[in-house]
C-alpha cells in the first residue's frame, strides 16, 4: 500500500533572507521556528535526510510545500521575484527523486494575476500538482474576490489548492491569544488552536463569499482534519438560510474540500470526518517536519485505522492519485 504526505514542509535560504529583510526580529512564531530552532535543518534538507525520515514515518512519497507565510508575508514585488526559482528548486528535487517526491507550487498571492500565471507554469511546464497557499495573504483573507484570478486557474487546470493556516492577524492575536507567558501565548495563536480556528474561517468564508458557486470544479485540501470547523457544520447550517448560495453550506465539503489530519493521528477525528464528507473526501498528511511520524508510525496509523481495506488505500494513496490524474497538463 503507498502512502503519499501531502502536507510536508520546506524553505529554502532565499526565502528565509526574505523574511529577515521584511522582520529582522522574527516577530511572526512560524517564521522563527523556520529560521532558528531544531526544525530548520529538516525544512532546508530536501535530499537525503528528509528521505531517510520518510522511510523511519512509513511514508513513500512526499508532496513538497513552501512552509507558512511562504511568500504571502512578502511585497508583491520580491514575492514574484521568488515564486518562480522556488518552484524551479521544487521541480529539481522531484526530478532529483521522481519516486519519493512531488510539489505544490508556492505562489505570491499578494500579485493574484502573477500568481495566476506562475501555477500555470508550474503544473503545466514543471509538473508540480497543484499549489499550497497559506490563509491570509498581507493580511487579506483568501475569501476576497482578488484572489479569484488563482482559483480560476487552479479550477481550468483542475489543480487543487491546499489551503494552509497562517498565523492570525496582530489584532486578533492581541485581542485572542495574548496575556500568558512566551511559548504558551506563540503555540496558543498558533499550533494549538489560533491557526486552525482561522483557516477554518477562511475555508467558510470562501464557501459564503461564493467561490465554489462561481468555480464549482475548484478542490481545496484542508488539512488538520478540517481545521476546527467540519465539527461545527450542523451549527453553521444556521447561515444556509441567510446567504444566496446554491447549495447548503456542507455540501461544499462533500463536492469541493479534501480532508487530510496534518499530523493529528487521530483515530477519533477519522471516524469524524468519515461520518461527515465520507472516504472519498480524505487523504493522509503528516505535518513534517513540525510533527515527526517515528518507526513506521504514519503507516501504522492507517494499518490500525476502523476502516477497511478499501477505504485504507482509498487515503493513503487512491483518492490523490485520481486527483492528481485529473489535472491538465
Not at 533572507?17 to 526544525?39: F, G, T
Not at 492575536?173 to 483557516?199: C, I, K, R
Not at 444556521?238 to 487521530?266: C, M, Q, V
Not at 473526501?281 to 517536519?289: F, G, L, N, V
Request: glycine content about 6%; hydrophobic content about 45%.
Amino acid at each position: 500500500m503507498k502512502l503519499y504526505g501531502l502536507e510536508e514542509h520546506f524553505v529554502t535560504a532565499d526565502v528565509i533572507e526574505a523574511w529577515q529583510r521584511r522582520d529582522p526580529h522574527l516577530a511572526e512564531p512560524m517564521m522563527k521556528w523556520a529560521v532558528a530552532s531544531d526544525i530548520t535543518p529538516a525544512l532546508l534538507d530536501v535530499d537525503g535526510g528528509r528521505i531517510a525520515a520518510m522511510d523511519d514515518a512509513g511514508i513513500d512519497t512526499t508532496v513538497l510545500s513552501l512552509t507558512t507565510p511562504g511568500l504571502q508575508n512578502l511585497d508583491a514585488a520580491e514575492a514574484v521575484a521568488l515564486q518562480r526559482p522556488t518552484n524551479d528548486m521544487i521541480a529539481a528535487a522531484v526530478r532529483r527523486h521522481s519516486e519519493r517526491f512531488q510539489g505544490f507550487a508556492a505562489l505570491a498571492t499578494s500579485a493574484p494575476a502573477a500568481a495566476a500565471d506562475e501555477l500555470r507554469r508550474a503544473v503545466t511546464e514543471l509538473g508540480l500538482n497543484g499549489t499550497l497557499v497559506n490563509a491570509n495573504s498581507r493580511g487579506r483573507a483568501l475569501d476576497a474576490p482578488e484572489f479569484w484570478d488563482i482559483y480560476e486557474a487552479a479550477e481550468d487546470l483542475r489543480a487543487p489548492v491546499y489551503l494552509h493556516p497562517s498565523v492570525p492577524l496582530p489584532v486578533v492575536t492581541e485581542a485572542y491569544y495574548q496575556g500568558f507567558s512566551e511559548p504558551v501565548n506563540s503555540m496558543l495563536a498558533t499550533g494549538a488552536f489560533g491557526w486552525h480556528y482561522d483557516a477554518g474561517l477562511t475555508v467558510l468564508r470562501m464557501i459564503v463569499a461564493g467561490v465554489f458557486d462561481r468555480f464549482p470544479d475548484l478542490q481545496v485540501i484542508l488539512g488538520h482534519w478540517g481545521e476546527v470547523v467540519l465539527f461545527y457544520l450542523d451549527r453553521i447550517a444556521a447561515l444556509d438560510k441567510l446567504t444566496a448560495l446554491r447549495r447548503p453550506i456542507a455540501e461544499y465539503f462533500r463536492s469541493n474540500i479534501f480532508i487530510t489530519p496534518g499530523g493529528i493521528s487521530s483515530h477519533k477525528y477519522l471516524r469524524w470526518s468519515l461520518e461527515t464528507v465520507g472516504v472519498e473526501r480524505i487523504m493522509y498528511a503528516s505535518d513534517y517536519p513540525f510533527n515527526r511520524e517515528r518507526a513506521g508510525s504514519a503507516r501504522r496509523f492507517l494499518d490500525t485505522a476502523p476502516v477497511d481495506e478499501a477505504d485504507r488505500e482509498r487515503i493513503a494513496h487512491r483518492n490523490w492519485e485520481e486527483l492528481v490524474a485529473r489535472i491538465r497538463r
